[in-house]
């Protein structure tokens, strides 16, 4: 008898495994795949960003090595190595995981879970008995009506088989200018690849602050990425040497085609809920397929928590660990806590784009009178030095008690400038308190007390 059985291990899951064994429950993780880590360390957020990494270095060796005289061989790329850097990378992180599971005693039950009853979860042909169950089963990637994706032919695929593409392709078609659609199409583009992102959307980035977003299309395009607006795609279809893609443009309902040797599905993603048996349990769902839960992520029957990707709220890793430390928390007795309104979102690209709480428009919306206070990174020092002078951070302010509500930031380091901000939010912090704040120089965190600054008496280098 287990006190709890989590279903998934991937961040949300492996975590709420290892701090509920922390906390003195007895647990076991199911899993079906070979690794530890789910779609994140596996096909997602780790191998994306190694790629994103090398696909930097390639740039900078290109455009920036010799302005700074490191003069030499012209570099080139060997796209089996990058892989099988992507993969040594995976490898690192995943057995990291499997280490933990060992060192905190989760036990690992290898297959595919469903659950009988209340306390029960079948796994193969044996049925564990448990107190307490966590789905953490993630999200699969959303379908395109019209657009049948098929990983092992290497011409229209999704995330997962444009991480892996067996060479580099002169052009490629990304169908959703989301994250993973611009992350990924980035990759390419710095590759050599033809890269054409085609969004229903007027805007990329959707939900995103409205001056982060123009500002980061102009410069995706000057990095070489096009862009079709307003579009929706009727269909594509594999033909010899590629696909064509057929979309429609809204403003005029205009029928358009464009060729590409590879398409990129990037649409979205959906929570993964089939085959658990949630029917059968007497687990409900919303009318949008996410399981419902209430406020300490417990869902309609006794004993049975969701967390992740599979409840609703935005589909992030570290929101994911944040609910499994929580719910882990609640099931030993204790009191879970996760802060919504303080999560950051990153995509990382070049520059970084950051952001947390309130865009400019959403505060407006709801009728909060606010303060915008920004700072360029062409004034900052580091940033020039380091040839990443492009973008700005803009911090939101209430207009009457100066408490910081959000903070937007597309720029050198965004991701990891970003969470002094949620710090501040976090302790209720003003943007005197961070202006006040000493930063140090050169660096470039200094763009974040200036944007601080400049909420108040105004910026010093702007």
């Known amino acids: 008898m287990y006190d709890l059985i989590v279903i998934g291990a991937g961040p949300g899951g492996y975590v709420c495994a290892i701090r509920a064994a922390q906390l003195g429950l007895k647990v076991a993780c199911v899993e079906a795949r ?37 003069m030499g061989a012209h570099v080139e790329v060997d796209w089996d190595k990058m892989q ?17 599971f060992k060192k905190n005693k989760v036990d690992w039950i290898k297959g595919w879970a469903t659950i009988e009853s209340r306390g029960r979860v079948k796994v193969g042909d044996t049925v564990h008995e448990t107190k307490n169950i966590v789905l953490a089963t993630g999200s699969v990637s959303q379908g395109l009506r019209g657009v049948e994706v098929d990983n092992d032919k290497a011409v229209i695929v999704d995330s997962t088989g444009a991480l892996a593409l067996p060479r580099i392709p002169k052009s490629m078609v990304v169908i959703g200018a989301g994250v993973i659609g611009l992350e990924l ?25 409205g001056e982060i977003q123009k500002q980061f299309q102009k410069i ?10 307003g579009a929706a795609v009727q269909r594509a279809e594999a033909q010899e040497g590629g696909a064509r893609v057929t979309y429609a443009l809204k403003k005029d309902n205009s029928e358009q085609v464009i060729d590409a040797d590879v398409v990129l599905v990037a649409t979205g993603r959906r929570p993964h809920v089939e085959g658990l048996g949630l029917e059968a349990a007497g687990v409900k769902l919303t009318d949008r397929g996410f399981v419902q839960v209430d406020d300490h992520w ?53 520059p970084e784009v950051a952001s947390v709480g309130l865009t400019e428009e959403g505060a407006k919306e709801i009728g909060r009178k606010v303060k915008i206070g920004k700072f360029p990174f062409i004034g900052n020092a580091r940033a020039k030095a380091q040839f ?33 901000v949620c710090v501040a939010m976090e302790f209720g912090a003003s943007a005197e308190d961070l202006a006040l704040t000493c930063h140090a120089h050169p660096t470039v965190s200094e763009a974040v007390r200036e944007a601080a600054l400049a909420c108040g008496a105004g910026a010093i280098h702007a």
Do not use: W
């Not at 099988?84 to 933990?100: C, D, M, P």
């Not at 204790?334 to 070049?350: E, L, Q, S």
């Not at 008690?401 to 959000?406: F, K, N, P, Y």
């Open 34 to 70: 070979e690794t530890l880590g789910g779609t994140c360390l596996n096909v997602g957020c780790i191998p994306s960003k190694a790629l994103l990494h090398g696909t930097h270095m390639l740039h900078e060796a290109h455009e920036n090595f010799e302005k700074m005289g490191l």
């Open 84 to 100: 099988a850097y992507k993969a040594e990378t995976v490898a690192g992180n995943t057995k990291g995981i499997e280490f933990l």
């Open 185 to 209: 199409g980035s990759v390419f583009a710095r590759l050599g690849a033809d890269v054409t992102v085609i969004e229903y959307l007027d805007v990329i980035t959707p939900g995103m602050d």
């Open 220 to 229: 995706l395009a000057k990095q070489g990425l096009k862009f079709v607006l």
């Open 298 to 350: 417990s869902t309609n029957v006794e004993g049975i928590y969701a967390i992740g990707d599979v409840v609703p709220g935005p589909m992030l890793a570290h929101k994911a660990e944040d609910e499994g430390m929580a719910v882990a928390e609640v099931i030993a007795g204790k009191h879970g806590h996760v802060n919504y309104g303080v999560i950051p979102g990153v995509i990382y690209t070049t």
């Open 388 to 420: 990443l002078g492009e973008g700005f951070v803009k911090l939101i302010a209430d207009a009457e008690t100066d408490r910081i509500l959000g903070c937007h930031i597309i720029g050198p380091s965004a991701g990891d400038l970003i969470h002094e």
